[in-house]
Every structure is written in structure tokens, then in C-alpha cells.
């Protein structure tokens, strides 16, 4: 069995035990959603969300839909990684030398990546239409925009937490500029963060339905022995609509665009009420994933419906042991 | 009037003197098309193509849609730069170490830059969708394809002809994997051609309906003493498809990201009967232009109705007057 590696405690990590009788991978939270519709005076839908455990608090960068529908990203605090309170003021981003930026015309689904002591947003922003975005903060309070890392068009970018053989590694799905309807995951490689290259196929859409149309990745992968563990979004075109479902795979750990093992099942997709009915129905986008290192305990926090934040849980163990067992 | 710089005289360049009482900035060669449907036995079409003048005698890189319509790369020859002999073999792309490469499925619009000594194909290859690919050649024998520079999904790259600032600098325009219905032209930086950032929008679809749709770079950058004269496709999208005009710009010379004259109107659009019919009707799609800088002279090469190649001629003076005298 893999086993986490370059893990940290964390005690107080959102945690639900499972439900008797329950035998999925992944289970819910029971009080979900966690973040409900209008969670500040701003801000009507919050979701496709990333936070980390910094200084005795969960904060993170929300996605918050405005009154106009456009999204733009804040900064959120918890005590306990469910009750969240997230702030009135769009994160304002500056340049290497503190100066303010103009703010472009959206910004969406961030994640949170521990890096180097420092903390790395990537998220979707724009450029002639949706590009991927990178910032670095310490502090959650001043955050540094630096050079987009790859040309338009492109979203769902994530770093890995560590550099792997000298060189940073971020995972993209390219796309084009509307609703896409293809996607792959790709990785690609940098020395400094500012140019990338050795652009690779890492994951193609499945043969499988449920990611037949799409796939990406989703929250910054997690470390094991023998792999990098990376949930994915997979997403199936149906008459009337695309429904978002949770995957996951396990990726070589000195070469991460190596698929070891691939779920070939989803491991949750929407039937929540909270899931299946919103802003956008039959959306589960999983953007965060803590881990406790003590207990092998994962949250997962993913957008539902594009209306709600929402948690769900397993273990290391169970989950790999689901991922292995039902591996392509 | 601007002038040309880093020229070097080609006398033998394809000419034909303007036709009396034209009076637009390009003219057609009167015995086009130069390159015919079934140019070999293997090859339905050839256009979208690039030459140089190396050793003696023009030599190029060729689109040759085959018998199943799919396009593959050729090399081409020709004396006097309008009679071409396209090899019937494709080219076989080897890597660092000599050995050859497995074809992609598919390979199309190549450009060709001289470089430093070399020459760089740039063309685009398939990764799970249109990409940019490179490959280098010192002898149009031996190609060597390098890492692709950018993530899919792009095409019309084009390499500029030196070092600027001490940094390579490349046009493409970002797309998406079918018949792109939007298009800008963008710039991207290197240090060693492997790893590429810095990312800016050069020029977007304009307001004026020729290149409301889309605009894309085309042949290789010709340097002035106060800029770049690049050459580029702009597309119209009318009722029944999308009409590819030939249009041009001056980019500033020390930061090509940046447009000093763009020409509002098309410089070029179809209207000869093998650029208004063929296998994809009112397709001109410059590629390559050739320059002597002892007369000034400019020989563009451009694909015809995806049928046919083509060739059209103006002069540095001739052509730098109507865009300035037409800037936006």
C-alpha cells in the first residue's frame, strides 16, 4: 500500500467518520453544503474553492460569482474549515514592486499550492479569454501576480508542492475560449516559473462516460511512496448537459507525467440535492484537498452545482485501495 | 520610409513587374497558380508552404495534403523559385541523438526561418489537438524536431529571424482543436527555445469585418530600421464560411509586442478564380516572403483556396507607404 509522504499534521482537519453501512471511496459531509448561497453582501454563489492550515486558521482564495455573475476572487478565514467568513474586497493584486495591478475582467476556480515556504495561487484569468494565472503571497494579504505561465487558452492549472528533479511541474487542461468541449491534462516543466516548456500528455479524455468528454486536474496532488495522488473533474456530455464527477489517479513520483494507476470508475458524482440543482446542476468540481498525516484523513473540498462549497471525506488507505483495485 | 535592415540581396527572387495602372499595393503573378493540384504522385495539394534560397537554389518546407486528404511535411526545390519539385517522401523528423522519430498524424502550414546559421521549421503538429511543433535543419536532409514550445492547442507560429535583446521571440495564435472560430496574435519569449513565457497579446480580431473573426501571424518577420513588417491572415465569417484576407502590420523593432502601424484594410483578398474556388473556397494564406534587399523587391508566397500556391509581389516602399497611409 502507498503511504504519504512529505505530509504534515493536521489535527483539526474537517472530519466526518463514515456512515455505517457506507462502502464508496468518498463519502459526504452531512452537513453540507458548507458555504451556502450569498455568503457576504457580494458574493452570490462561492465555490471552486482552495484553502491551506497558515497560522492557526484555515485561509484561502474563494471564487465568488458577483451580483453581475462574474467572478472574482477573496481571500476566506475559518477556525474549523467548514464555517468560513470571506471578505467584501477582491484580492487586489500587485506587481514585484507592490504596485497595484489593473484588474482583468474575471478570475475563477484558484487553487493553493505549499511551495518553498510560500504559498502559490493558480487560478483562470483573463486574456483575450480564459487563461491561467499565477500569484505568490506569505501572508494572504499581499499577493504578487507574476507572468502567466502559459499562452491562452487554458484553465484548471495546478502546481506540484515540490520541485521533482530540479524542476517545477504545473498540470493544465488547455481549452478554448467558451463552454469546451474536449480536455485533456497536460504537464508541463519550469526552471524559474516564468518560462515552461517540455509540454507532455499526461491523462486523454476516457473511453469511459463519466470523463468521455473531459478531464482534468483538480486539487494540488498529494505525495505517496511510490506516486503523486491527483483527483481529477471528469466530465460526460448528456442530452441536456455536461455532469462533473470526481476522479482520481496515482502519477509516477520522479516523473509525474506517468500514470501509474487510473481509476477507471468516478469516485463521487452528483446526486446531492445541493449537487444535482443549482446555478449550473450535476456539477461536482473538486479544487482542495487537505490531509492529515497522522491519520491518513483527507477533505475534500469541492464546488457543487457552481452555487455551493462542499466537503467530503476518506482516507489514504481506502482511497488508493479503491483506486488500485478499479485501475484501468 | 522605413528601411529594410539585416537584408541580403537575392537576385534570382521571383518577379513581375506591376501591371500598368494597378494601383494596389500587391499584385498577382500573372502565370498563377505556381504550384498546381497533384504536384507528385502522392500529393493532392500543396500550399500553405515556405521557402528559402540556400546553395544555389530554392528550397522550402511544403503542406502536401495526401490522397486521404491528411497533410504531411515535404521538401521542395526549385531553380528559379516558381517551378518546384516536391519530394514524395515525407520528411522523417529525428531527434537530438539521430534517430528517427514516429510520425504524428498529421502536420501542416509550415514556416522557415533562417536562424542563426540554421533554419527552424515551425509548423503545426498533433498532440490530442492542433500544437506548434520546431524542428531545425542545416541541410534540409537532416530535421531535428525540438521539444514543442507551447501547450496545444495553437497553430501559425512563427519564429522572428534574430535574437531581440538577447531573447528568441515567437508569433502564434492560440486556438481550439476544430475551425477555430476566433484567433489573436500573440508573443512569447525564450531564452534557449525549450522554455517560453512572458506571454502578450500583439494584435487582436479587428472591428474591421475582413479580420473580425480572426488574425494570424504568417510569413517571417522582415526587419526595417524602425520595426518588423510581418504579413498575416485575417478572416471574415460570412453566411456561407470564412474568407481569408492577406493584411499586414509594422511591430516596434526592439518590442515586436507592440504595433506601430496596423494596416486597417486588407492588402489582398480573393478574387482569382483558383483563390475564390478549390477544395476550401476565398482561402489567400501568406507563408513565406522572400526579400532583395538590393531592389527592394518582396515575392510572397501564399496558399490559394487550400488548393494551390500562389504567388504575389510588392516593394518594401510600395507596401510600407499603403500601411502607414492606412494605419488604424
Redesign the interface.
Known sequence: MSKLVNGKPLKVIPWEECPKGFDGPIWRYSQNPVINRHPNKVISRAFNSAVVYFNNEFVGVFRGDGLDDIPHLYVGRSKDGINFKIDEERIQFVDENGNKLPETMYQYDPRVIPLEGKFYIVWCDE???PTIAIAETSDFKTVEKV????????RNGVLFPRKINGNYYML?R????GH?A?G?I?L????DL??????R?VA?KGYEWWCALKIGAGPVPIELDDGWLIFTHGVNRTCNGYVYSLGAMILDRDNPGKVIYRCKDLLLTPEAPYETTGFVPNVIFPTCALVDSDTGRIAIYYGAADSYTALAFTTVDRVIEYIKKNSR
Do not use: A, H
Not at 174 to 177: I, L
Open positions: 486574456l483575450c479569454g507572468d502567466n505561465p502559459f499562452l491562452p487558452y487554458n493544465s488547455p481549452s478554448d475560449s469546451t474536449f485533456d497536460f508541463s516543466e519550469s526552471k516564468v518560462y515552461w516548456g517540455k509540454n500528455v486523454q
